[in-house]
């Protein structure tokens, strides 16, 4: 399988190599940071969760035939903290990132740079009604040793503006390192693109 790189060109190839297949499969594997809970934290009334994405990896793709296709990628570090906070539409005003730290289990810490940090994200519409949200994701990223760190303990100073007033609060998440796979069977090309750039569905940050 030859690997490929995730550009826009790299996806217009593949894509005029698959009009000629109609069916195949996309797998992919990441090292991933999997939190320990997936509940949302209430602040200001607004409910917050965090998420380490990763920004590395590779894709590839082999044709059996011209008729079945293989697509893969996989995903790894270096990671991208990401702070979504799901709030009510003419309510809930901006975000703000105060600080960010991590602790793995090794013992080792990294703390983010004030200047990495945006003043405000501010609150948008999304597809439900009445909804709104508001995504930070760093400028700088977190590159962990998978192997050898461990669990990473992710801290977040923030601020959740409403109309009337301004609330702090830390959000302290701990993510777990696994490797996870999945497989997808697919026949329409626009899955494939999607897939090999990495691209996600709107609103697909809202918390859940």
Not at 159 to 178: C, K, S
Request: glycine fraction near 8%.
């Amino acid at each position: 399988m030859k690997s490929l790189p995730r550009s826009a060109s790299s996806v217009a190839l593949i894509g005029a190599s698959l009009l000629l297949t109609s069916c195949g499969h996309v797998r992919e594997k990441s090292r991933a940071y999997v939190p320990s809970s997936t509940e949302a934290t209430q602040v200001n009334g607004a409910r917050v969760i965090t998420r380490l994405d990763p920004q590395g990896g590779d894709s590839g793709l082999s044709l059996s035939a011209m008729v079945y296709f293989a697509a893969s990628f996989k995903t790894e570090g270096p990671y991208q903290v990401v702070v979504a906070a799901q709030g009510r539409e003419g309510v809930h005003q901006w975000l703000e990132i105060k600080s960010v730290r991590f602790l793995t289990a090794t013992g080792r810490t990294q703390q983010m740079p004030a200047s990495t940090f945006e003043e405000a994200v501010f609150f948008e519409s999304t597809s439900v009604p009445e909804t709104v949200q508001a995504v930070y994701r760093s400028a700088m990223q977190f590159t962990p040793d998978w192997e050898q760190d461990g669990a990473v303990t992710l801290d977040v100073d923030l601020v959740i503006a409403d109309r009337t007033r301004r609330v702090p609060a830390r959000i302290r998440q701990t993510f777990r390192p696994e490797e996870l796979t999945k497989t997808e069977f697919v026949n329409v090309l626009g899955d494939i693109g999607r897939a090999l750039t990495g691209n996600r569905a709107k609103g697909e940050d809202l918390v859940e």
